[in-house]
């Protein structure tokens, strides 16, 4: 019976070290060939015109003078005369020309005139949007009835607005024709189903195109799409029979490549006379652009309160449609849910600590994690020593306060196949059609691999970025990491098994009784009885199929326990408020996080850094600023769509659960888990500090010197 | 970027002469190739000053300083003679942008960049106005004028440099074709109407140098609120210049910057500072008088408060108290 | 050495023949792809005295790694885009083309400066440094190895223009105070979050923490 569970703690090589990334040397050289960068003898430069019109009609369009253009190859119209747009930036005609130059100037020459519709963009002015649509109502319990009871009651209103991914690489590609046959080196998260989509819209075979993706800069959710311009960028390379670059610029790339929806919600909850949660009640809306809200956000969140009733209005604006943003609504989610605990808790003069610790059993199968967690970040931020009730944050203008938050997500590997090679060389390569966008995922298929070879890392190949190789998920909710280190490592056991059979002889022992340890094949009982993983090698070398490397396939799902679903997280943050600027500063972040099985625990703390810093700059700067007069977004750049910088990132504190209770549930997603409490624990924190909630995010100077000055109104 | 012609002259009357053939001044570049790939100027030539001589000079004399328009604000942050005679100065051309600005910027630069307003920096001109109505009214303007709104023009002036040079009265030396102006560099800026520019400057005139006055005997200092630690733009700047005997504050210049279409001078500010000290209570009521007559717009009464803290916390450096930073 | 601004035939890597000896051979038969063959060259014109470029390609010569590449450009390319797309040399990236990000920074004369900034016509007599002068991936800088060791990168694409800031600082600053890093880097921003890692890797031997990171 083959054993494919991870190995105990004291059997491990290299699993859950500190692995510097593999593709770190490429990446700090500017080595690493991203799509952006993928130059092809004779490529043209593609460039789409868009419509500057959140809502409009065509009314007119001329394409003679930009097809007349010296060095314009080709000029395709997307949407003609009489077309109805119905967002800002929408794709019109697409151009392609010898130099990224000239074909700005072809889309210059396009004359078009429209006719203006009226547009509607604010989703949060739900009464008057043109249209909108309940998306889920759902009461458990008698809420009524236990609010009526309840000892403690708080009333809030909560709301985030719509963010950008905002991906430093653009959405795009290069296409290339060889007859019939498509190459397309994509900027993408889903390499495997990337070839279906383009064969789908230009109808040929799937098995005629090649989608390429070895470096991506960014995705977040936002990349699994070909995308009209990259269907375009196929047709215009087809056309013109020259390769063909298309990079979106940062307008739309801020404006219709990226979007977390919006949300807003009427939130009551209350508790008993012992600090139990006993009822909500939530009225929520948000709109993600022309796809309405996209689901609603889980309220409320995590904490199963009794008696419940939650309704949700899916909005629909004037916007291009969302794109999932890493663990989609789970941010509004927490956020609504978080603050309105801690302004209960502030109501009924608790720490915000204790109110959680307290209701914990309303957690469900998370509550031994987060009754594991909490103590500890308690104790990494000094919770209980330095916690001091609302408002009371300092003397002068500058004000300190904590904050809190939790959260889940699942993260189950995704499907996966993995073919594992040992060349004649010895060196053992992993192929899959996977892809890492820089959440270190080269780095985990080496990892298993290796570990499973009893290899280093330098006899290890990785071989992803490709559709010719065996199908593996797209990278998105947190599944990849678990998929592919499942898949790899089945793919190796059942190599390591052939091995065994090819060896066994040469040990005289049986197959079951080898094991691959420190670079040997040795018997596990007596393990002076060995060869070296190169004299293994070359014995198969002398096999009667001489030269054939030993091959091997791996899936995921499949037999074993190696990957789960559910992780746990809690998260602490420190704040600094000038409260005459209204300037908030993130002092310190303190994240512990469970992921299961850790298999790279240097780029693991790396996952978490970057939730926490993506957190930070969600929580107090960024937002689709979105034109009431023209509908467009106005913010489309680095200096008015503000990200964190360096200098805006405290100290970060990070804590990995490992070990007993977490190692043996294997290998489970961390690209999303921590990125959904930093709202609410860095809002939490600001009322914490200044004593009165701001009720939106980000906390700008803005928002926080309305709030102090008692000038609500919307957001 | 659309096509265009590149010249790089040697001689000021080659630069007047090309410019006002049509030129466009190219100094640092890092304002004005962002505005013309958005399309928000055009330009058809570019003439480069980088090739004249003598526009990166500075010179440090008892009469004051005189910085050729072409100096670096780098060069300039870390100028021996302004760290130590005029350290405002100095720092606040090193809270310009980040490195890779000021190694490009130059002092001209940033006096005559453009506004940020993302309405003008979307092609809809700097008083945008949509069906006879003024866009920035009608629109989002949390970032727009607080002061001077009952103009047209409603964007705010971008330097946080200004306001200093403005409270110091200083000097813009600007070569034209018909010889040398000189006008004190409040007065190159303007709250244009419809399809004017705020900076006043002719065709064919160069900005080619500043003088500053010796400010020896002032006590000078700025305050900008800047949100974020990285590249930021500041959302309210104010610099005060004092001349005092004693403790008694004698005469003051206040100006501050990002709250209206021109250096905004606060003379109610100035007055209300005059013939006492800059005890708490006095600094403060002189930040009241300052954002006195404050006319916001609709998203931005929170610009009236960081106007007054501006002012307040200027002062407040000036006289020689920490304030948060 | 002189370069000519034609891209590699099939099959050749960019390495391959900028080593290679024999340019004007190999580029020849590659004329058949004209990068921008239906460019009008602009007549010569002088304006007061003066010689007025384009609108049309001119050309240029830029001093880039240690090496002159002789090009023809129209006056509005950048020298971004003329790195990236005529030289080849992709390590500076392109994000926002606007001079607020960081990813395209490379040294000028030694200091750091946005390329996407700058026309190429500009610094025909600078020393331009692009991050592939820094170190090869087979012998990082140990700076570059700092970063891979402090795990100082993620999606990887604002790590160049990080490099290269960072370069700029270590060599005025070997030992730089937080305050100076921070200035330093102010202008340089980073989507995936690594700006634990960049810390780490300026301040500290050795990279993430175990168990507690203070990043």
Redesign the interface.
């Known amino acids: 019976m083959v054993e494919y569970t991870w190995p105990p703690e004291e059997k491990r090589s290299i699993l859950g070290d500190?692995i510097?990334?593999l593709?770190?040397?490429?990446?700090?050289?500017?080595?690493?060939?991203?799509s952006?960068?993928v130059?092809?003898?004779?490529?043209l430069h593609g460039k789409i015109l868009r419509c500057p019109h959140a809502h409009a009609r065509i009314t007119r369009l001329d394409v003679s003078a930009a097809r007349e253009m010296?060095?314009v190859r080709a000029v395709r119209v997307i949407q003609d005369e009489g077309s109805e747009i119905r967002w800002a930036l929408d794709e019109v005609v697409s151009v392609a020309a010898?130099?990224?130059?000239?074909a700005?100037?072809a889309v210059?020459a396009v004359e078009i005139e429209y006719e203006v519709l009226p547009h509607f963009v604010d989703g949060e002015n739900k009464d008057e949007a043109f249209e909108s649509s309940p998306a889920g109502s759902r009461t458990e319990g008698d809420p009524d009835a236990a609010f009526e009871a309840a000892v403690h009651r708080h009333r809030g209103y909560y709301g985030l607005p719509s963010v950008s991914h905002?991906?430093?690489?653009?959405h795009g590609q290069v296409c290339e024709w060889n007859g019939d046959r498509l190459t397309v080196w994509a900027s993408t998260q889903v390499v495997s189903s990337m070839p279906n989509q383009y064969a789908d819209a230009l109808e040929i075979p799937a098995s005629n195109v090649r989608v390429i993706s070895q470096?991506?800069?960014?995705?977040?959710g936002s990349k699994f799409s070909a995308d009209r311009w990259g269907i375009e960028c196929a047709r215009l390379a087809r056309e013109t029979n020259r390769p063909v670059k298309l990079?979106l610029?940062?307008e739309p790339e801020l404006t219709v490549a990226g979007d977390r929806p919006s949300s807003y919600a009427e939130v009551e909850v209350a508790a008993d006379g012992d600090g139990k949660l006993v009822a909500w009640r939530s009225s929520s809306w948000g709109s993600g652009g022309l796809a309405g809200s996209r689901g609603a956000p889980p309220l409320p969140y995590v904490f199963e309160v009794p008696n419940r009733r939650i309704d949700h209005l899916s909005v629909v604006t004037n916007v291009a449609s969302a794109r999932a943003w890493r663990a989609p609504n789970h941010p509004q989610g927490c956020f609504i849910t978080l603050s309105a605990l801690e302004d209960l808790a502030a109501e009924m003069d608790v720490d915000p600590y204790d109110l959680l610790w307290d209701n914990l059993d309303l957690t469900g199968r998370l509550e031994p994690i987060y009754r594991d967690e909490l103590p500890i970040a308690e104790e990494?931020m000094g919770w209980k020593k330095r916690w001091t009730p609302r408002g009371e944050g300092g003397k002068g203008?500058?004000k300190r306060g904590l904050g809190l938050g939790v959260h889940t997500w699942g993260g189950r590997g995704h499907r996966s196949n993995c073919q594992v090679t040992i060349h004649p060389d010895g060196v053992a390569e992993a192929r899959l059609a996977s892809q890492d966008?820089?959440?270190?995922t080269r780095t985990v298929i080496a990892i298993a691999l290796a570990e499973t070879l009893g290899l280093p890392l330098s006899k290890v190949r990785v071989s992803i970025g490709d559709s010719v190789y065996p199908a593996s998920g797209g990278s998105g909710g947190s599944t990849t990491v678990g998929g592919v280190s499942s898949s790899t490592r089945r793919a190796a056991v059942n190599v390591r098994e052939q091995l065994f059979q090819e060896v066994a002889p040469h040990l005289e022992a049986e197959p079951e009784e080898l094991e691959l340890a420190e670079g040997t094949v040795r018997v596990r009982a007596e393990p002076d009885r060995s060869i070296t993983w190169e004299e293994a090698i070359g014995f198969l070398a002398g096999h009667p199929v001489t030269n054939i490397p030993l091959s091997a396939s791996g899936s995921n799902p499949g037999p074993g326990q190696l990957t789960d679903s559910g992780v746990g997280g809690v998260q602490m943050a420190e704040v600094r408020v000038?409260t005459?600027?209204?300037?908030v500063r993130v002092e310190k972040m303190v994240a512990v996080q469970d992921c299961g099985l850790v298999v790279d625990?240097?780029?693991a703390?790396?996952?978490v850094?970057?939730?926490?810093?993506?957190g930070i700059s969600y929580a107090?700067?960024e937002e689709k600023?979105?034109?009431?007069?023209?509908g467009?977004m106005?913010?489309t750049?680095?200096?008015?769509y503000?990200?964190?910088?360096?200098?805006?990132?405290g100290?970060?504190?990070?804590?990995?659960m490992t070990g007993e209770g977490y190692d043996e549930r294997g290998v489970i997603g961390l690209g999303e888990p921590p990125v959904i409490s930093p709202g609410a624990a860095i809002s939490n924190a600001v009322a914490n500090a200044i004593g009165v909630r701001v009720p939106y995010l980000p906390l700008?100077?803005?928002r926080i010197?309305?709030t102090l000055?008692g000038?609500g109104g919307r957001s | 970027?659309?096509?265009l012609e590149y010249a790089r002259p040697e001689t000021l009357e080659q630069a007047s002469e090309l410019l006002a053939d049509g030129g466009t001044p190219l100094a640092g570049g890092t304002d004005l190739l962002a505005l013309l790939k958005d399309d928000a100027v055009t330009a058809s030539r570019l003439v480069d000053l980088k090739g004249l001589p003598g526009l990166e000079d500075f010179s440090a004399g008892p009469e004051g300083f005189r910085i050729g328009a072409l100096a670096r604000l780098a060069d300039l942050a870390r100028e021996k003679a302004l760290v130590d005679r005029l350290p405002a100065l100095a720092s606040s051309f090193d809270s310009v942008g980040g490195p890779q600005i000021r190694n490009r910027g130059t002092l001209g630069g940033n006096l005559l960049q453009r506004p940020?307003c993302?309405?003008f920096?979307?092609g809809f001109g700097l008083v945008p106005v949509?069906d006879g109505r003024s866009?920035v009214r009608?629109?989002?303007n949390?970032f727009h004028a607080v002061f001077g709104t009952d103009g047209e023009a409603l964007f705010v002036t971008p330097s946080t440099v200004v306001p200093l040079l403005v409270a110091l009265g200083a000097e813009a030396e600007i070569h034209g074709r018909e010889g040398v102006r000189r006008a004190p560099v409040a007065e190159l800026y303007r709250s244009p109407d419809p399809g004017e520019r705020e900076l006043h400057l002719e065709p064919g005139e160069i900005l080619t140098a500043v003088e500053i006055p010796d400010a020896s005997d002032r006590t000078v200092a700025s305050y900008e609120?800047r949100?974020?630690?990285?590249?930021?733009?500041s959302?309210a700047t104010a610099s005060v210049v004092l001349r005092r005997s004693g403790a008694t504050v004698r005469e003051s210049r206040i100006v501050l910057g990002q709250v209206a279409p021109t250096p905004w001078r606060s003379r109610a500010a100035e007055e209300a500072l005059a013939g006492g000290s800059l005890s708490p209570d006095r600094v403060r009521a002189a930040a009241q008088a300052a954002v006195a007559e404050a006319e916001p717009l609709s998203?931005?009464?929170?610009k009236v408060?960081?106007a007054r803290?501006a002012v307040e916390r200027a002062l407040h450096r000036a006289a020689g108290r920490e304030v948060?930073s | 050495m002189s370069r000519d601004d034609r891209?590699?035939?099939?099959g050749w890597t960019?390495r391959d023949f900028l080593r290679s000896g024999a340019v004007a051979g190999v580029a020849g038969s590659?004329l058949?792809?004209?990068?921008?063959?239906?460019?009008?060259e602009s007549k010569p014109k002088r304006v007061a005295g003066v010689e007025v470029l384009g609108p049309g390609p001119v050309p240029v010569a830029l001093r880039v790694n240690g090496e002159t590449y002789r090009l023809r450009l129209?006056p509005?390319?950048t020298l971004l885009?003329a790195l990236?797309?005529r030289i080849?040399?992709?390590?500076?990236?392109?994000?926002?083309?606007?001079g607020?990000?960081g990813?395209c920074t490379v040294l000028l004369d030694g200091e750091p400066a946005y390329a996407c900034s700058v026309l190429a016509l500009e610094v025909g007599d600078a020393t331009i440094e692009?991050?592939?002068a820094?170190?090869?991936?087979?012998s990082?800088h140990p700076l570059?190895t700092a970063?891979?060791?402090a795990?100082?990168?993620?999606?990887?694409?604002?790590?160049?223009g990080f490099?290269v800031a960072t370069k700029a600082l270590l060599d005025r600053d070997p030992k730089p105070s937080p305050e100076r890093?921070?200035e330093a880097?102010?202008g340089?921003?980073?989507?995936?979050?690594?700006?634990?890692?960049?810390?780490t890797a300026l301040t500290g031997p050795a990279?993430?923490?175990?168990?507690?990171?203070?990043?």
């Open positions: 500190r510097s990334r593709d770190g040397p490429v990446k700090v050289t500017g080595a690493a060939e991203y952006f960068d130059r092809r003898p004779g490529m010296p060095g010898d130099t990224e130059e000239l700005r100037d210059r905002n991906c430093l690489e653009a470096h991506i800069g960014g995705g977040f990079m610029e940062r990494l203008p500058i966008i820089g959440t270190g000038d005459e600027t209204g300037i625990e240097k780029t703390i790396s996952q850094h970057g939730g926490l810093i993506m107090l700067s600023i979105l034109d009431p007069v023209t467009r106005l913010n750049d680095f200096e008015s503000k990200i964190a910088g360096y200098g805006e990132v100290e970060l504190v990070v804590h990995m700008t100077p803005r010197l309305d000055a000038r | 970027m659309r096509p940020r993302w309405y920096r979307r949509r866009m009608e629109g989002d949390r609120v949100p974020g630690e990285s590249l930021d733009w959302l998203m931005n009464e929170y408060q960081l803290v948060p | 891209d590699p035939p099939r960019r590659f058949a792809h004209p990068l921008a063959g239906n460019q009008q129209e509005r390319v885009d990236r797309d080849g040399l992709t390590g500076s990236k392109k994000v926002c083309d606007q607020t990000c990813a692009t991050v592939e820094i170190g090869d991936p087979e990082l570059q970063f891979v060791e795990d100082a990168q993620q999606c990887g694409f604002c790590t160049p490099v890093i921070s880097l102010a340089n921003f980073c989507r995936c979050g690594t700006y634990g890692g960049i810390r990279g993430p923490g175990k168990e507690t990171d203070h990043g």
